[in-house]
């Protein structure tokens, strides 16, 4: 038995423009409200799974690990690690969760597996007994970024993931710390080796998507982001896996979506790609 809740990070606010790279203002701003700076506001949501023998995470969101000039710069406002205070209202302290899955290892997807930024302190894991899983394409471009994507890793994030002893990384779909009911798919559209979780559940699969589809908008296909390393290519992407989860009924968990967590993949009358039965949150249903 499984129970699924929808956990809150640190929200950011990022550039309008940036998020919705080939759309237009006129009509992305139809779908998020920019702010005077031409920022949206972005959620950064978790899947908590809870099992009868172990707590499992699905990303991290941000957290607080950014000093006071880069909060700033990538909206942060809130000033304590949101994460934890939401995983304490579900009745659970760092040292409970055992499996933290990283998509990838962006700071606003792995960020929140460090601890609150402190002046006088060096950053820090803060989940002190969770295995971490992460593919091995996405470890590599970690650990070798790009120019173009450089900024969005935490340099110190990789070698205390590495030398905490915890690290799995994945290179199938398959994983050793995870066991047979939890099944990948890989992107490469975003950024290499970007790993989606799917969960069988009673409502059929529920996919984390990370940022294949970082909300509802995004569900339309031709929509990209800026942060997109090959656009074209996550186009065809999402199209195989929206095509594949509607013929099995399956449902996407969003990270980014600040109102929506989980849809449903749904066409409409001319083919097109939506999400239905929308939820807020999850709550602790069982699957």
């Given at each position: ?70 909060k700033e710069r990538f909206g942060v406002d809130q000033p304590t690690h949101v994460l934890l205070e939401e995983l304490a209202r579900t009745g ?196």
């Amino acid at each position: 038995m499984r129970r699924f809740y929808s956990i809150e990070g640190n929200r950011q606010r990022l550039d309008g423009g940036a998020m919705f790279g080939n759309a237009p203002r006129a009509l992305w701003s139809t779908w998020l409200t920019p702010d005077e700076r031409n920022r949206v506001e972005l959620a950064c949501r978790t899947l908590l799974v809870v099992e009868e023998q172990r707590t499992i995470l699905l990303e991290a969101g941000i957290g607080a690990f950014f000093p006071p000039a880069l909060k700033e710069r990538f909206g942060v406002d809130q000033p304590t690690h949101v994460l934890l205070e939401e995983l304490a209202r579900t009745g659970l302290a760092p040292d409970d969760v055992e499996v933290v899955v990283l998509s990838h290892l962006h700071f606003d997807h792995a960020g929140g597996v460090l601890a609150s930024w402190e002046p006088d302190l060096p950053p820090r894991l803060v989940f002190p007994k969770a295995r971490y899983v992460v593919s091995d394409a996405a470890w590599r471009r970690a650990c070798d970024p790009h120019p173009r994507d450089h900024a969005s890793f935490v340099p110190e994030l990789q070698p205390l993931l590495a030398s905490s002893g915890r690290l799995e990384i994945v290179s199938d779909a398959r994983s050793t710390t995870l066991g047979p009911e939890y099944r990948f798919h890989f992107s490469e559209g975003h950024t290499p080796g970007l790993m989606l979780t799917e969960i069988a559940s009673s409502e059929g699969p529920l996919v984390f998507v990370a940022d294949l589809a970082p909300g509802r908008s995004w569900v339309h296909t031709p929509i990209t982001m800026a942060y997109d390393r090959n656009p074209e290519l996550l186009v065809d992407e999402k199209q195989a896996l929206f095509d594949d989860l509607e013929h099995r009924g399956g449902r996407l968990f969003f990270t980014h979506d600040p109102e929506v967590a989980v849809g449903r993949i749904a066409r409409d009358a001319r083919g097109r790609f939506h999400t239905a039965d929308e939820r807020a949150s999850l709550s602790g249903g069982v699957a």
